[in-house]
């Protein structure tokens, strides 16, 4: 049996991008089975004060959270994996802007209903994204944000990584993050980071 491991994230963040690929290595030589969730940091920080950018990033942000909230509730994990894999290729390593042709060419290569599309302007779809969200929060508190994994009821925010580990290095790195998470009080562990994110 494989150990299911719980992984937040949004669309448009970095390094929850690169901790996802990690993720997908890890899974590949450790017996553990990622299942993915979405999370918003458009709406974590909607009461916040942030910087014209991270304003208009947020603003645009609701569309692709809303979207595979859909897909969470109406289709498999396989599927959410394979819409995010389409929307992160586009934002992070194509670099192209967030916009319903990016959602719509996502679902297009996901092989997912093109109906779904009509769900990023539906802000009863926030609802169950929220839902999602606030179990993240739930387990490492408000003062984060994405990567959030989780391991029998234990999460962290993180890890950020650049760039993603490949192959062994992947499965250690995991085997060190499920250590640190059987240790009760284990609460934080921190370095400055010096590089930006890396995709390759």
């Known amino acids: 049996m494989k150990t299911e491991v719980d992984i937040w994230f949004d669309p448009i963040c970095p390094f929850a991008w690169i901790t996802s690929r990690w993720m997908i290595e890890a899974a590949a030589v450790r017996e553990i089975a990622p299942r993915w ?14 910087d014209e950018a991270h304003k ?3 603003a645009k942000a609701w569309g692709p959270v809303r979207v595979i909230a859909a897909v969470m ?10 819409l995010y894999t389409a929307m992160g290729t586009r934002i992070h390593l194509k670099k192209e802007k967030v916009s319903d042709e990016l959602i719509a060419a996502a679902l297009a ?3 997912l209903p093109a109906e779904l599309l009509a769900i990023a302007h539906d ?15 739930a387990l490492v508190g408000n003062d984060v944000g994405t990567p959030v994994v989780a391991l ?40 400055a ?6 995709f390759s």
Do not use: C
């Not at 969730?37 to 942030?50: I, T």
């Open 56 to 58: 208009n990033a947020f």
């Open 152 to 191: 029998n009821g234990v999460g962290f925010f993180g890890p950020v990584i650049s760039p993603a580990p490949k192959g062994e290095d992947a499965g250690r790195l995991w085997d060190g993050l499920s250590a640190i998470m059987s240790v009760e009080g284990f609460f934080e562990l921190k370095r």
């Open 193 to 198: 980071r010096t590089v930006g994110p890396i």
């Open 73 to 82: 509730k109406q289709h498999d994990n396989d599927a959410v994996l394979r």
């Open 109 to 111: 290569e996901a092989g």
């Open 123 to 137: 802000e009863s779809w926030d609802e169950p994204m929220i839902e999602s969200h606030k179990r993240a929060i």
């Open 37 to 50: 969730n979405v999370m918003s940091l458009a709406y974590l920080n909607k009461d916040r004060e942030v």
